[in-house]
């Protein structure tokens, strides 16, 4: 059973790097063909994709967090993390890591979150 769980710091000040970890468990971050993702929800907004680390630990973020994000991995931890560089209110959201195979990019596995608050 592939497991997924966000884990961060819940209150963030602005102008703070937000610093997220997503640990898997049940799959290796290496193995196989997937990109592991994440995305957030701001309070009344839609998900919004942030970016990913894959297989092979190729990186791709949102031109709408470029500046800011960046995605790197522990490949001795099984972790991805996400790092977010000045935060402001407007990052205050829901994170989310999720797993897409290569074949489909459709999300397969979701954690279950962890909110963030800018303030």
């Known amino acids: 059973q592939v497991q997924l769980q966000e884990s961060g710091p819940g209150l963030v000040k602005p102008s703070q790097t937000l610093a997220l970890t997503c640990t898997i468990s049940g799959d290796s971050i290496t193995a196989n063909y997937y990109y592991w993702t994440w995305i957030r929800q701001s309070p009344g907004k839609g998900l919004e994709w942030i970016g990913y680390?894959?297989?092979?630990?190729?990186?791709n973020v949102s031109p709408a967090f470029e500046r800011r994000a960046s995605i790197t991995r522990d490949t001795s931890k099984n972790q991805i993390t996400l790092h977010l560089t000045s935060a402001t209110p407007e990052d205050t959201a829901i994170y989310y890591c999720?797993?897409?195979?290569?074949?489909?990019?459709?999300?397969?596995?979701w954690g279950q979150g962890t909110h963030i608050t800018t303030r």
């Open positions: 999720a797993r897409a195979p290569l074949a489909t990019r459709e999300f397969d596995y």
């Open positions: 680390n894959n297989y092979i630990g190729h990186t």
